[in-house]
Each structure stands twice: as structure tokens, then as C-alpha cells.
């Protein structure tokens, strides 16, 4: 997972995030008891969660987006902890997860589903939804051809698996899957369009590359997805979620 972010930046400009998360809540079926909400972020979902009647703990594992979600929600418990690295103590009824996981990178998923199934009651729930199979596919593919064209590799930093990948490894680590859902969701996206969706998510291939080749490659991306990505004078992203409901045997 990229070490820092612009936590208040993120917030601001990118609240659909935990806007789109909302929805999620319909899934959980557990009513009240022990929640965790996995890379929470500003503590926007865990409000919601301690709304509908859980005693909820927010974990993430950038300090900027902890002191941010403990100064704004002062009465809830949030930890600073790699959700790919979390054990507890107390076992939780629900796990929670929005826009996340993709995060994790594929050789750490292992660790991340182990670790849930650690922290769930036998019958808890994990409820989650992230980025799945052709996630974005066209801003990764014009951001690769970018790359090439300037003799650089661009190297996909997400994990969007498919039903298919995602469901056998779920039930390898203990989770009997009820429902799996991979939907489109083109997402439309705040002030500053895709230059500045760029410039806050995908940080980790630019890593050693100069500032000038940087913001051109960002110019191009941006240039040749104009056709497909903006309309109505809007930006939108090619989203697909992966929804999942799971039950830890
Ligand atoms: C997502 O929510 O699917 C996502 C957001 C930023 C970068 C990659 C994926």
C-alpha cells in the first residue's frame, strides 16, 4: 500500500469515495455488535457504522488519515495498523471494507484474508468492495502506452482480481462467499477531472521518474481519454467493483 497520502486533499476532492460506500451499508445483514472498518480512512463509513448500531474500530495504516478521522469523530477508536498485518484480541461480527483491498498488492491478499478471518467470530461477516477484473481498464492501458512511448514500463500498482480469482481464495482462508457482485460504475469525478485523479492515485510507477516527464505523461492520458472519459463537460473514471458478502465458517 503507498505509505502517504494527502489525507485533507483526498477528503476533499475525493469524497464520492466513501459516498459510493453508503450503498455497501445495505449489504451488512449483521445488526449490531462488533465492527471493523479495514482502511478507514477519514472515519467517514466507521460514523456510519457506529450510526447503524455497531461498536466500531477504524483501522488504517496512514497516520495522516488516523489523526484526520480521530480529530473529526473524537468518540470512536481508531488504530493505526497495516490491515494486511491486524490481529486482535477481541473477534468482531463484522468486517467492513471500502475501496481498499485493491490496494493490497496480490502476494499480501493471502496475509489480508487470513488476518480477517483472525479477527471474525465464527458466523462474522466480511462485507466488501473494491476494485475488480477491468478496473479502469482504459486509463491503465493509455497510461501504459504513455510509458512506452518514452521507453518506460508502466507497471499496474492494483489488484483487481475477478469473481473467478477472488471467491476460491476467500473460501481457502475460512469464508463461505453469499454473495459476489462485478459491476460497472462509471464515477464521475470531482474539480480538476483526470489530471488530478492521476496525480492522487497513481504514485508508486512515477516513483524515479522527473517531475517534466511526469506531468507530460499525465497530459497525454489525460488528452487521449477526452473522447471517452469526458462527457456533458464531466470527467468520469471506468470503474468495476467487486461486491462481496462473506460468512467465516
Ligand atoms: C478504486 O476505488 O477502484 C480505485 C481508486 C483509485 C485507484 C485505483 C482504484
Not at 483487481?160 to 473460501?171: A, D, H, K, R, T
Request: glycine share 10%.
Amino acid at each position: 500500500m503507498d505509505a502517504t497520502w494527502d489525507a485533507k486533499g483526498y477528503d476533499s476532492s475525493f469524497g464520492f469515495v466513501p459516498k459510493y460506500g453508503e450503498d455497501l451499508l445495505n449489504l451488512v445483514s449483521a445488526k449490531g455488535g462488533c465492527a471493523v472498518d479495514l482502511g478507514c480512512g477519514a472515519g467517514t463509513l466507521t460514523r456510519l457504522l457506529a450510526d447503524a448500531g455497531f461498536k466500531v474500530v477504524g483501522v488504517d495504516s496512514s497516520p495522516e488519515f488516523i489523526s484526520l478521522a480521530r480529530s473529526r469523530h473524537p468518540e470512536l477508536e481508531f488504530i493505526l495498523a497495516d490491515i494486511s498485518d491486524f490481529h486482535s484480541e477481541k473477534k468482531f461480527d463484522l468486517a467492513f471494507s471500502n475501496a481498499v483491498f485493491h490496494w493490497i498488492d496480490r502476494t499480501r491478499q493471502p496475509a489480508l484474508l487470513l488476518c480477517t478471518a483472525g479477527i471474525l467470530k465464527s458466523g462474522g461477516e466480511l462485507v466488501c468492495e473494491f476494485g475488480g477484473f477491468g478496473n479502469n481498464a482504459k486509463i491503465h492501458a493509455r497510461l501504459s502506452e504513455a510509458f512506452e512511448r518514452r521507453n518506460l514500463h508502466y507497471k499496474m500498482p492494483f489488484f483487481f482480481p475477478s469473481i473467478g480469482e477472488y471467491v476460491p481464495m476467500l473460501e481457502k482462508y475460512g469464508f463461505q462467499v453469499r454473495y459476489a457482485n462485478l459491476f460497472d460504475r462509471p464515477t464521475p469525478l470531482g474539480e480538476g477531472g483526470l489530471g488530478k485523479w492521476l496525480e492522487m492515485f497513481i504514485k508508486r510507477p512515477f516513483e524515479g521518474i522527473g517531475e517534466d516527464v511526469k506531468s507530460s505523461i499525465i497530459r497525454d492520458v489525460v488528452s487521449a481519454s477526452e473522447k471517452d472519459l469526458f462527457r456533458c463537460g464531466k470527467w468520469y473514471a471506468d470503474y468495476v467493483r467487486l461486491r462481496i458478502r462473506a460468512v467465516k465458517l
